[in-house]
């Protein structure tokens, strides 16, 4: 006890020695040794006050939740799916049990298939938008809204390519969210979904906006909002809502290693997904516009090939015949740096503007080509799929490091290309740069290659950067090489 009271002691004293000195550093009156000199009343200046702390307040979720939870709904879905013989483990041909999966077991057989997500109510007489992949290969789509009751709902019309799809039921006065707009949304915005992660419906879960025009691998059409908002099974297709209660995206994927919830979600802006709506309900179907090209990002060393100060733009690195940038004019090695007057910084910055084109209408391209701007004017296509080439397997080396030889008829058929050389053997700044055996030598720096002296002539007076462009199997697309 009396180390108790001693300690005790020693912490009140130790306090009030703090509060002294503070009270006395802001100009109290504090005991001062008796030679110390008075200072006149007059000459004390005031003490300055300390600003007050700003004070966080977080969003009122609770409010967000109550507003908006009548418009969010569950989504069931039933239907089968059919698995062929390969789907089934493989036995070992002496294995008493293979001879009777061989002669029992269909080709096919149709196994039943339920699934669960989210949605949400955007128009009072039951439009709901949801993601495509929840409603795939569904026959039987089931909504539930938030009072229990639950409709059969018919799919008006699905768009995979921006994993979007409409439902409709038959309900008048429905319960509706508000829109948001994602621009008007920066990183480090709070945000929260609603949703129905593993069946837990009505579930709410909130974070902060990571970043924005996120990429994602096949996935062109979409300029994702990613967050760090949990999102889990279940919770597709339902709403990503800002601190005023307004959707402004559609919880669509996460980035997993585990399948389940690791920090990162994405979202489809909802101007994205209402354009699609609208264009479904209309025609049932969506159109996009094409310019026919393919692109590629650029990297310092390619701009240093093309000349450009910085890397930035999208590099063409192939223009199927006869479509709207071949018609144009565009060719392999421009690089597109502004479309109808706003700039492309970045290659993925592309598909989503191009996709918004209206099929018919007319589009101007910014082009860096030979070392300055030119515009190029061009009738906007319908999207289809690009027809690519593929290659195959040399009589060149040098400065390069490339073995090369022309292609075969047969080769130039099957490729569906003119001109072009193959790689059969790589060393030095090619093998450098990740160039195969196999590769086809399309393009030194934009300008087509028939024949190995060529090749040859254009290495030599080529600097210290160039950019040769390849295909390979089903791609196109430049490769950097460094021969300083």
Do not use: C
């Amino acid at each position: 006890m009396p180390t108790q009271t001693l300690r005790h002691s020693l912490i009140a004293a130790a306090i009030a020695g703090v509060l002294v000195a503070g009270y006395a550093r802001f100009g109290g009156d504090s005991p001062q040794p008796a030679s110390a000199t008075a200072t006149p009343p007059a000459q004390i200046a005031a003490a300055p006050v300390p600003a007050a702390a700003p004070t966080v307040t977080l969003p009122d979720f609770g409010s967000i939740v109550r507003q908006s939870s009548p418009a969010v709904v569950n989504i069931s879905v039933s239907g089968t799916t059919k698995v062929s013989a390969r789907d089934i483990p493989q036995l070992d041909p002496n294995d008493p049990f293979s001879q009777f999966f061989r002669r029992f077991q269909p080709p096919q057989a149709e196994t039943p298939m339920h699934g669960m997500g989210s949605g949400f109510i955007v128009r009072p007489d039951g439009v709901i938008l949801t993601n495509a992949h929840v409603v795939e290969g569904a026959s039987e789509v089931t909504v539930k809204l938030v009072d229990k009751r639950e409709f059969s709902a018919k799919v008006v019309g699905v768009d995979k390519p921006t994993d979007t799809a409409v439902l409709k039921i038959e309900a008048q006065d429905l319960p509706t969210l508000k829109l948001g707009s994602p621009t008007q949304t920066g990183v480090g915005d709070w945000v929260l979904a609603i949703g129905s992660p593993f069946g837990f419906e009505n579930s709410v879960t909130a974070g902060i906006v990571s970043a924005k025009s996120r990429s994602l691998p096949e996935e062109g059409y979409v300029p994702f909002i990613q967050t760090d908002v949990a999102v889990n099974p279940g919770n597709s297709g339902g709403p990503l809502l800002n601190t005023q209660g307004e959707v402004i995206g559609i919880n669509s994927q996460i980035y997993s290693r585990t399948g389940g919830y690791q920090g990162l979600s994405f979202a489809i802006p909802i101007d994205v997904a209402l354009k699609v709506e609208q264009q479904l309900l209309d025609h049932g179907k969506v159109s996009r516009g094409r310019l026919g090209v393919g692109v590629q990002d650029m990297n310092q060393a390619l701009a240093d090939s093309f000349g450009l100060s910085r890397p930035e733009g999208a590099l063409v690195d192939m223009v199927p015949e006869d479509g709207p940038a071949a018609r144009a004019g565009v060719k392999a090695g421009d690089i597109i740096v502004a479309l109808n007057g706003q700039p492309i910084h970045d290659s993925r910055e592309l598909p989503p503007l191009v996709a918004d084109l209206k099929p018919g209408s007319e589009a101007k391209l910014t082009l860096w080509r030979d070392g300055q701007n030119e515009e190029v004017a061009l009738k906007v296509g319908e999207l289809q799929e690009p027809a690519q080439a593929s290659a195959e397997p040399t009589e060149a080396k040098g400065r390069l490091g490339l073995a090369v030889r022309p292609l075969s008829p047969e080769e130039h058929r099957q490729a569906d290309i003119k001109g072009g050389l193959v790689v059969e053997r790589v060393a030095g700044p090619a093998a450098k740069a990740g160039i195969a055996p196999g590769d086809v030598v399309l393009a030194v720096n934009g300008q087509p290659i028939n024949d190995a002296g060529q090749l040859r002539e254009l290495a030599a007076k080529a600097g210290k950067h160039l950019a040769l462009l390849i295909q390979r199997g089903e791609a196109t697309m430049f490769v950097p090489l460094d021969l300083g």
